[in-house]
């Protein structure tokens, strides 16, 4: 059964940085995509990063980039997301998924599977 776990979330003061941890069981994703969404209250989940199991090819959201850094450790099975200059705008849960597929996509209907999801409250 594969699955996915996020951990790293909590409560940060705006400016602050988090970061957050995907670990993979059931089956390696070493040659697979790696990504991020968030859902904030009241809104739909939206994309926030993806990565290619090289690591050559990373997609961001416009509203995170040069903030957030997206990586994988493929020995640990582990996908991170690096949280940097964070605002309250970023507060929401965040999800970490992967795909069958090499390639990262924003469409969320692509990804095959998910983690539960680990709340991050950024704070003014």
């Known amino acids: 059964q594969v699955q996915l776990v996020e951990s790293g979330g909590g409560l940060v003061q705006a400016g602050g940085s988090l970061r957050l941890s995907c670990e993979a069981s059931g089956r390696t994703f070493s040659l697979n995509a790696r990504g991020w969404f968030r859902q904030a209250p009241g809104k739909e989940r939206e994309f926030v990063a993806g990565i290619s199991p090289n690591g050559v090819w990373k997609n961001y959201a416009d509203s995170v980039k040069g903030r957030f850094t997206i990586s994988t450790d493929n020995a640990k099975n582990t996908a991170y997301l690096q949280m940097n200059s964070l605002i309250p705008e970023d507060t929401a849960v965040y999800y970490c998924?992967?795909?069958?597929?090499?390639?990262?996509?924003?469409?969320?209907?692509?990804?095959?599977?998910w983690g539960q999801g680990t709340q991050v409250s950024v704070s003014s």
């Open positions: 998924a992967a795909r069958n597929s090499a390639m990262p996509t924003t469409i969320q209907s692509s990804w095959d599977y």
